[in-house]
């Protein structure tokens, strides 16, 4: 069983940064993908960025929106995953979730990829 907590959010100025954490519990973090998704009001939950191991290769994913913006990567020795997120937009509002993948049966950006989800965390951002 994994357990995922959120932190770092909050209300940021345009242009502004914030650094999201995810604090994993278990045995296997260094195993799992990990992903950041969003939902904004009224919005279907939508990927942000994910970050997988394999065949020695870490590999990167972004949603086009965030791209050159966010940029995520993890910690296996504190069992966190970030993302750091800079010149946040108004459009960036959203609660951001941390989910985790532990049998890569799916594409990272899909939201069916994860078996595991944090509570959220919610990032405002002013204009």
Do not use: H
Not at 32 to 56: D, N, S, Y
Not at 83 to 112: F, G, H, K, W
């Amino acid at each position: 069983q994994v357990q995922l907590v959120e932190s770092g959010g909050g209300l940021v100025q345009a242009g502004g940064s914030l650094r999201l954490s995810c604090a994993a519990s278990g045995p296997t973090f260094s195993n799992l993908a990990m992903g950041w998704f969003r939902q904004a009001p009224g919005k279907e939950r939508e990927f942000v960025a994910a970050i997988r191991q394999g065949g020695g290769a870490t590999y990167y994913y972004y949603a086009d929106s965030v791209k050159g913006r966010f940029t995520i990567s993890r910690d296996k020795a504190k069992n966190t995953v970030y993302l750091q997120m800079n010149s946040l937009e108004p459009v960036d509002t959203a609660v951001y979730y941390c989910a985790a993948d532990s049998d890569y049966s799916a594409d990272p950006r899909l939201i069916i990829a994860y078996d595991y989800w944090g509570q959220g965390t919610q990032v405002t951002v002013s204009s």
